[in-house]
């Protein structure tokens, strides 16, 4: 990595993102649980397989149609659980404070909190809070950690898409991204842009009942489909095929990334989950899927290749072939 200073690229979920985590924290942190940089570290305890995650919340506004930080932080990290395949059941949060901050605001972010937790059955079993001067921090932050508990003889990984697997895709694309973007413009795109912000371990248990040898998850959060497609080509050394016209994306957020200027597959989720099945669970994977209510407009959007390794191709509407790169900058800062 040749830059001299952290880039708010950095976290963006994209290039710089990645070259930063295999640059430096690989570097120095790197061990087997965290070098298959999948959305959760699996860890064998005795004789039962858990599931560890952490993450950290700094979206702006706190509030936004469809959400707020403290639902998005509880959902977030019960995402990267269920990415995991497995059932989550115990989380931590840790809030950093900016002198000044209304006390209203932090309860409306607690209660949220506490009503999103109950809705998964999570307690939050554990915390911690740091204040900080005026103009150190905006406002609030928020980290949160989870477990949860891993069943089956192999929990889906990111390096385990293998040539010949279906990619599928829960839902709609960007919804999360251009709610939190409208709302910190103040821009209004006809109707109300609503976050997609959901826990998906309910999906996830429907979908690996009725398949359960699927061999990777994901939830596209930071750098949206694009990256998350990236990613999995990388670690699992293949290529993945889409097809635009397959790709699920709401009229108004199609709309939005056009007069933006931005790639919808690049834009931020938060409640949609990518899953790559066997071809021989397919039919039986998306049909679950689809039983969900949050997996109504589930879609087959692709295939796994053997090559070219590490590639994401795109099948674009008019029929031609392109490349699907992962995002290079930060399009949308601060989104969750």
């Not at 959305?39 to 305890?45: G, T």
């Not at 209304?102 to 911690?128: K, N, Q, W, Y």
């Not at 390096?159 to 279906?166: L, T, V």
């Not at 072939?321 to 800062?333: A, E, H, K, V, Y």
């Amino acid at each position: 990595m040749n830059d001299q200073v952290i880039l708010l690229a950095h976290g963006a979920g994209g290039k710089k993102s990645s070259e930063l985590v295999r640059s430096l924290f690989l570097r120095y942190f790197g061990n087997p649980a965290l070098n298959i940089l999948g959305d959760s570290a699996i860890l064998d305890v005795g004789s039962r397989r858990l599931a560890f995650t952490t993450d950290a919340f700094v979206v702006d506004p706190l509030f936004f149609p469809g959400g707020d930080i403290g639902k998005l932080a509880v959902f977030g990290t019960v995402n990267d659980l269920a990415a995991a395949g497995a059932r989550p059941i115990a989380l931590s949060a840790a809030f950093i404070l900016e002198e000044g901050l209304e006390f209203s605001t932090l309860e409306r972010v607690a209660a949220s909190m506490a009503e999103s937790a109950s809705e998964v059955g999570v307690p939050i079993v554990a915390g911690d809070t740091k204040v900080v001067p005026r103009g150190s921090a905006d406002k609030m932050f928020i980290t949160t950690s989870g477990i949860g508990l891993v069943s089956g003889e192999r929990a889906p990984s990111p390096e385990r898409a293998s040539p010949g697997d279906i990619v599928l895709l829960s839902g709609t694309i960007g919804d999360h991204g251009m709610a939190v973007m409208s709302c910190r413009e103040g821009i209004r795109f006809g109707s109300e842009i609503v976050s997609d912000c959901a826990p998906l371990h309910d999906l996830v248990a429907c979908l690996l009942d009725a398949a359960p040898n699927v061999h990777c998850l994901r939830d596209p959060t930071r750098g949206g489909l694009a990256a998350a497609l990236n990613e999995i080509a990388v670690q699992s050394g293949v290529c993945i095929e889409i097809d635009e016209a397959n790709v699920p994306v709401s009229e108004d957020v199609r709309t939005a990334c056009e007069l933006l200027g931005i790639d919808p597959l690049h834009v931020a989720n938060e409640g949609k989950m990518l899953a790559i099945v066997p071809e021989s669970e397919a039919e039986d994977a998306i049909a679950a899927m689809r039983s969900h209510p949050l997996g109504t407009n589930a879609s087959l959007i692709g295939k796994v290749q053997p090559s070219p390794a590490g590639r994401v191709h795109m099948r674009t509407s008019i029929g031609s072939l392109r490349i699907l790169d992962i995002p290079t900058g930060d399009l949308l800062p601060r989104i969750c």
